[in-house]
């Protein structure tokens, strides 16, 4: 007798039934590795899940993810992933239908880091606009760590090669494990209300477990609302907390975060030198400038001197009557040429100059001269000069040029 034969469909189906009434296997949880993540254009993730010796295929779907998955998947990251076993009947394979995937362990920390960091950033908490600056010579620096152990040590003995002048104030505070967080908080407040000049909070390097108190919310609030600035040095220098963001200036490690606080003396003696030597370069080239600028003005009063410029104006007249008297002695020659040229001329022209050798002036009685004898009549009384004196005559003939005629 023949067995009963079945096909393909028929025992994928039965082997799905199979699994479906398996109630372990309807709500299960598995913890494994992420490997061959893939995100489906259709919003569904397709993963494996493997151990040291075993793997798993992986679905979730894209209406499961909404609340089942709060953080990015990748390849090997450990979690813990919820859903049920089934089987695909289209190629007879089963895999685990994922409704909640999960960070296992540190991982949900991670997240939990992640998601502050993101919420107080969009709040602004982390704006360096609103970081304050570190005063470069504090006078007193409040320390919220441990009382004992490596940080307070790295930065008191920091501390105190730099500058021993600074004072130190410790509020011993919980760095770890329950209610460290709210020690934090109460030693940045209880610092900030007495007035120090820069706050240090911090601890040693550890799991980001141990550093969890300085990824609390209250702490970097606490930051963010002091007054007075805050380094924050926690950890090593590949641990960043949340506080290491709120705070004004992140410090790689407590040792740094001194360094950064505490100015070193041997500096600011050395400072002080060279600015004393700066000071006094500058004062003597000050001094100079206003030598030689007092030295132009002494020049320039001196030019302006009334006594100066009296005693030039004394020389420019006493030049200036010299060449008046040579031009006038000048003018006085020529015009005495001049003179002389004038005379001779006048003699020239002169009617008693021609009075000589025989030659008179005539003049009726009235005065006019007697320039014809038709002017005159017998009887008339007229005045004669000559070279030598003046004749009156009277006229007894008359005797015209056409009785002289041929």
Same mark, same amino acid.
């Given at each position: 007798?023949?067995?009963?034969?079945?096909?393909?469909?028929?025992?994928?189906?039965?082997?799905?039934?199979?699994?479906? =009434?398996?109630?372990?296997?309807?709500?299960?949880?598995?913890?494994?590795?992420?490997?061959?993540?893939?995100?489906? =254009?259709?919003?569904?993730?397709?993963?494996?899940?493997?151990?040291?010796?075993?793997?798993?295929?992986?679905?979730?779907?894209?209406?499961?993810?909404?609340?089942?998955?709060?953080?990015?998947?990748?390849?090997?990251?450990?979690?813990?992933?919820?859903?049920?076993?089934?089987?695909?009947?289209?190629?007879?394979?089963?895999?685990?239908?994922?409704?909640?995937?999960?960070?296992? !362990?540190?991982?949900?920390?991670?997240?939990?880091?992640?998601?502050?960091?993101?919420?107080?950033?969009?709040?602004?908490?982390?704006?360096?606009?609103?970081?304050?600056?570190?005063?470069?010579?504090?006078?007193?620096?409040?320390?919220?760590?441990?009382?004992?152990?490596?940080?307070?040590?790295?930065?008191?003995?920091?501390?105190?090669?730099?500058?021993?002048?600074?004072?130190?104030?410790?509020?011993?505070?919980?760095?770890?494990?329950?209610?460290?967080?709210?020690?934090?908080?109460?030693?940045?407040?209880?610092?900030?209300?007495? !007035?120090?000049?820069?706050?240090?909070?911090?601890? !040693?390097?550890?799991?980001?477990?141990?550093?969890?108190?300085?990824?609390?919310?209250?702490?970097?609030?606490?930051?963010?609302?002091?007054?007075?600035?805050?380094?924050?040095?926690?950890?090593?220098?590949?641990?960043?907390?949340?506080?290491?963001?709120?705070?004004?200036?992140?410090?790689?490690?407590?040792?740094?975060?001194?360094?950064?606080?505490?100015?070193?003396? %041997?500096?600011?003696?050395?400072?002080?030198?060279?600015?004393?030597?700066?000071?006094?370069?500058?004062?003597?080239?000050?001094?100079?400038?206003?030598?030689?600028?007092?030295?132009?003005?002494?020049?320039?009063?001196?030019?302006?001197?009334?006594?100066?410029?009296?005693?030039?104006?004394?020389?420019?007249?006493?030049?200036?009557?010299?060449?008046?008297?040579?031009?006038?002695?000048?003018?006085?020659?020529?015009?005495?040429?001049?003179?002389?040229?004038?005379?001779? %001329?006048?003699?020239?022209?002169?009617?008693?100059?021609?009075?000589?050798?025989?030659?008179?002036?005539?003049?009726?009685?009235?005065?006019?001269?007697?320039?014809?004898?038709?002017?005159?009549?017998?009887?008339?009384?007229?005045?004669?000069?000559?070279?030598?004196?003046?004749?009156?005559?009277?006229?007894?003939?008359?005797?015209?040029?056409?009785?002289?005629?041929?």
């Amino acid at each position: 007798m023949r067995n009963k034969v079945f096909s393909v469909t028929q025992i994928n189906s039965y082997i799905k039934r199979m699994f479906q =009434s398996d109630y372990a296997l309807r709500k299960i949880s598995i913890k494994g590795q992420v490997s061959n993540c893939k995100y489906h =254009s259709s919003g569904h993730i397709y993963f494996s899940l493997k151990d040291e010796e075993g793997q798993m295929s992986c679905v979730m779907f894209a209406n499961a993810r909404q609340k089942g998955l709060m953080f990015e998947m990748e390849d090997g990251q450990e979690v813990i992933v919820s859903g049920n076993i089934s089987v695909y009947e289209r190629n007879g394979s089963y895999q685990l239908y994922a409704d909640e995937i999960r960070l296992d !362990g540190i991982g949900e920390l991670y997240i939990a880091y992640e998601q502050l960091k993101q919420k107080l950033y969009e709040e602004g908490l982390f704006d360096h606009e609103k970081k304050k600056g570190i005063p470069k010579n504090p006078k007193k620096i409040g320390i919220v760590t441990a009382r004992t152990g490596a940080a307070i040590h790295d930065i008191v003995s920091t501390a105190k090669r730099r500058n021993p002048f600074v004072q130190l104030i410790l509020y011993p505070a919980k760095v770890q494990g329950d209610g460290a967080a709210q020690t934090i908080v109460r030693g940045i407040q209880m610092l900030d209300a007495y !007035g120090v000049d820069i706050i240090i909070i911090g601890r !040693g390097g550890g799991s980001i477990e141990d550093l969890w108190a300085f990824n609390e919310e209250i702490v970097a609030r606490a930051i963010d609302a002091a007054q007075t600035p805050v380094i924050s040095g926690t950890g090593h220098e590949i641990d960043t907390t949340i506080a290491d963001y709120a705070a004004d200036v992140r410090a790689a490690t407590p040792t740094a975060a001194s360094e950064l606080a505490v100015p070193d003396i %041997k500096e600011i003696i050395e400072g002080i030198e060279n600015r004393s030597y700066t000071l006094h370069v500058l004062l003597r080239q000050i001094l100079k400038r206003y030598q030689l600028r007092l030295q132009r003005y002494q020049l320039r009063i001196h030019q302006k001197d009334p006594k100066m410029d009296l005693q030039e104006k004394k020389m420019r007249l006493s030049d200036t009557q010299k060449q008046l008297s040579e031009r006038m002695k000048r003018l006085m020659m020529t015009y005495h040429h001049q003179l002389e040229l004038y005379v001779e %001329k006048l003699d020239g022209l002169s009617p008693t100059a021609k009075l000589i050798n025989g030659f008179g002036y005539l003049e009726e009685s009235h005065g006019r001269p007697l320039t014809s004898v038709e002017k005159v009549k017998k009887g008339d009384k007229i005045s004669i000069t000559i070279s030598d004196g003046v004749m009156d005559a009277v006229i007894q003939n008359l005797r015209t040029k056409r009785n002289f005629e041929p």
